[in-house]
């Protein structure tokens, strides 16, 4: 008979071999019941062709740039008509323009595309998702389309490439359009907008690598929600194509490399060397940038004319896209159509 030596001695020296197993097996089922969470939470990515299949459209086309870029664009509107090159916003993509193209490109030739690390370009070899990243997808779609200048202009992430880009290459920029643009400092006494969930979440390292792995719809509907002053536009259709295109390969992690990025804020001092016309449009219950950046652009950017929207969140041209194309069209037509300027010198 084999005896157990654990079934003799005083009872507190026979728990013990329980409570050294009952220490190992909590921690176990602890992280067992963590990776059963992650595996179910976890969303992957969406499937390449599926995703170009559904939102590339008629219009779609790519190009490919020197470092191994793929960038999707549309070219639509008037064929003779001035070109506007449009740029979106951070998680967003081409798609937000298309309020602007119906409404503005029966007059004007209208060039959007998805920067890198967003809607169908997706992730980019170089992972350049910096502003001189961002400009380089800016000239390979110009360069495609045979464009030496342009009016340009951009929402939010896209406007501050925009007034970027007019600093870097001035001679190329016949007008700008900033639209809620970021890249303006805090006015005195200012405190920085709550922002919403998704930025909020990229603030933190763990948040950083979850949002690589763990991207589910409904946080991009309170995202999206948090950053629009008009609820009803968010429909599913809308929060369909940010959570679908947000998945689209390479695309989150961009978003958490661009969290990480130097946004080189002393370039702030130099947007008062921009000598293009300037049109300044912000929504006025902007959440996630001050509405009162509006006042610093103007202030910096001489000759520049500000709008603001009543009622207007972060995404007018989706919002309020009768009054945003209204705006630019009468803003365009003042200042290049019936007064035409000239560019400025590379210099």
Known sequence: MIVDDDDFGPPTLRRRPWLRRKRVLIPVALLLAILIAFLALRT???????????????????????????????????????????????????????????????????????????????????????????????????????????????????????????????????????????????????????????????????????????????????????SVEKQAIVDDAMIDRYWELLRFPGNREATVLRARMNREPAMAARVGQIGVPTLILFGDRDRLINPTAAMTFNERIAGSEVVLLPGIGHLPMEESPDATAAAIDDFLTRRLVSQPASRPETG
């Open 44 to 226: 992957s990515d969406t499937d390449r062709d599926a995703m170009i299949a559904k939102y590339s459209g008629p219009a779609g086309a790519f190009v490919a740039g020197p470092a191994g870029q793929r960038i999707h664009y549309r070219d639509q509107g008037r064929r003779d008509g001035p070109v506007i090159i449009l740029l979106h916003g951070s998680n967003s993509s081409l798609q937000t323009w298309e309020p602007l193209v119906q409404r503005l490109g029966a007059k004007w030739r209208i060039v959007t595309l998805d920067l890198p690390g967003h809607g169908l370009t997706g992730g980019t070899p170089d992972k350049d998702y910096s502003a001189a990243g961002m400009i380089a997808a800016v000239d390979v779609v110009a360069a495609k389309l045979r464009l030496d200048h342009f009016i340009l202009g951009g929402n939010s992430m896209g406007g501050w490439v925009s007034w970027r880009y007019a600093l870097a290459e001035p001679a190329r920029v016949d007008a700008l359009l900033l639209i809620d643009a970021a890249g303006m400092p805090l006015r005195p006494g200012e405190k920085a907008p709550p922002s919403n969930i998704g930025f909020r979440v990229l603030e933190y390292p763990f948040g950083r690598w979850l949002a690589t792995q763990i991207t589910p719809r409904s946080l991009v509907e309170e995202s999206l929600r948090g």
